[in-house]
T-cell receptor, first 111, second 110 residues
Framework: NAGVTQTPKFQVLKTGQSMTLQCAQD?????MSWYRQDPGMGLRLIHY???????DQGEVPNGYNVSRSTTEDFPLRLLSAAPSQTSVYFC??????????FGEGSRLTVL | GEDVEQSLFLSVREGDSSVINCTYT??????LYWYKQEPGAGLQLLTY?????DMKQDQRLTVLLNKKDKHLSLRIADTQTGDSAIYFC??????????FGSGTQLTVLP
């Protein structure tokens, strides 16, 4: 029972490099989202999607792009990484009651 | 906008009860949640309460909701060392988005 799977778990980038964090869920959830977690700031919503082909911005979308071509996948792209994007990133999908199921997180360091 | 606030740290002795408090601002919240995060892991749902309830009990966990004061609490009875973690309060607001508090680091002392 995989749930929400994120890759990679760890990544180090140089300023200006690009990368994609992958997220897949096998629960047929329509709603998926990306959060970043920084010390003392809890989780902040970056982007979310209410279904295939539909995405929207959250609280901190700048510097990130998303797409949702299938129900299962919701990748997060950093086009030009900055040190301020050093964080732990969590992908989550949601049932109709709003309960979020989280991936294990991706720790990104931008030098 | 929506805001959820929690104190950052709580220490208790093993066997005592822990009470973690949370305040929120969105009066239209439908569900309120408590998540637990252990080191190096994602968040796991502990329990949730619907906004028309005052209390919910689940084994060692008791959730109290004071909707008038927009105050939510989580009581853990007989706290164990395995309960040491960060606990996040979250509300499901009118825009169907979850807003999280900053988390409370619970440390259980032997």
């Amino acid at each position: 029972n995989a749930g929400v799977t994120q890759t990679p778990k760890f990544q180090v980038l140089k300023t200006g490099q690009s990368m994609t964090l992958q997220c897949a869920q096998d629960m047929n959830h329509e709603y998926m989202s990306w959060y970043r977690q920084d010390p003392g700031m809890g989780l902040r919503l970056i982007h979310y999607s209410v279904g295939a082909g539909i995405t929207d911005q959250g609280e901190v979308p700048n510097g990130y792009n998303v797409s949702r071509s299938t129900t299962e996948d919701f990748p997060l792209r950093l086009l030009s990484a900055a040190p301020s994007q050093t964080s732990v990133y969590f992908c989550a999908s949601s049932s109709n009651t709003g309960e979020l199921f989280f991936g294990e997180g991706s720790r990104l360091t931008v030098l | 906008g929506e805001d959820v606030e929690q104190s950052l740290f709580l220490s208790v002795r093993e066997g005592d009860s822990s009470v973690i408090n949370c305040t929120y601002t969105d009066s239209s919240s439908t569900y309120l949640y408590w998540y637990k995060q252990e080191p190096g892991a994602g968040l796991q749902l502990l329990t949730y309460i619907f906004s028309n309830m005052d209390m919910k009990q689940d084994q060692r966990l008791t959730v109290l909701l004071n909707k008038k004061d927009k105050h939510l609490s989580l009581r853990i009875a007989d706290t164990q060392t395995g309960d040491s973690a960060i606990y996040f309060c979250a509300e499901l607001g009118s825009a169907r988005q979850l807003t999280f508090g900053s988390g409370t680091q619970l440390t259980v002392l032997p």
